[in-house]
Antibody, heavy 121, light 106 residues
Framework: QVQLQESGPGLVKPSETLSLTCTVS?????????WGWIRQPPGKGLEWIGS???????YYNPSLKSRVTISVDTSKNQFSLKLSSVTAADTAVYYC??????????????WGQGTMVTVSS | DIQMTQSPSTLSASVGDRVTITCRAS??????LAWYQQKPGKAPKLLIY???SLESGVPSRFSGSGSGTEFTLTISSLQPDDFATYYC????????FGQGTKVEIK
């Protein structure tokens, strides 16, 4: 079955760039679907960060757009998130997920387990 | 931006109760609404998409209804496994989630 796994540093210093990778197994990213990043600060709700298609087409949350880059590496069956100039407000569990249908803006039916990223010096 | 507002924020209920959670959108989103269940330390799980379509493998006691700006998630008979936090998400425009409804044991 399709599985997603996030990886990356659990601790990032303020003003630096947060970098995470999502590895997809059981399905080829090149075959379709949009793939997204969602985050959840401790004890709070969910926030969509952005989504990407295998072609590289991206959609970003307007509130984060100036700091976010999402890219895809089809040869490794991975997609990645970079968030620049981080502050403590970026401390959160970061999830990668697959969009339900082949729509850029969609619900998410398969999620990774999430990875906690703390921004602190 | 489309804002999503859930009510109540917390709901106390007993096993066997019928439970209803409401989600309101700040503008019409047609039927582009999903519901998720999240348990502590776990990723959200999709329950309902397109307002009323049940995701494969989700028990039939879960149902969704509504269109436009007002939506409901109903659990017909609450089971022990259903105590969790529930989120709505609109995907008419850039995805946005409600603030969550925690269903706790009465």
């Amino acid at each position: 079955q399709v599985q997603l796994q996030e990886s990356g540093p659990g601790l990032v210093k303020p003003s630096e760039t947060l970098s995470l990778t999502c590895t997809v197994s059981g399905y080829s990213i090149s075959s379709g679907y949009y793939w997204g990043w969602i985050r959840q600060p401790p004890g709070k709700g969910l926030e969509w960060i952005g989504s990407i298609y295998h072609s590289g087409s991206t959609y970003y949350n307007p509130s984060l757009k100036s700091r976010v880059t999402i890219s895809v590496d089809t040869s490794k069956n991975q997609f990645s998130l970079k968030l620049s100039s981080v502050t403590a407000a970026d401390t959160a569990v970061y999830y990668c997920a697959r969009a339900c249908d082949s729509r850029a803006i969609d619900a998410f039916d398969i999620w990774g387990q999430g990875t906690m990223v703390t921004v602190s010096s | 931006d489309i804002q999503m507002t859930q009510s109540p924020s917390t709901l106390s209920a007993s096993v066997g109760d019928r439970v209803t959670i409401t989600c309101r959108a700040s503008q019409s989103i047609s039927s582009w609404l999903a519901w998720y269940q999240q348990k502590p330390g776990k990723a959200p799980k999709l329950l309902i998409y397109k307002a009323s379509s049940l995701e494969s493998g989700v028990p039939s006691r879960f149902s969704g209804s509504g269109s436009g700006t007002e939506f409901t998630l109903t659990i017909s008979s609450l089971q022990p496994d259903d105590f969790a936090t529930y989120y709505c998400q609109q995907y008419n425009s850039y995805p946005a989630f409600g603030q969550g409804t925690k269903v706790e044991i009465k």
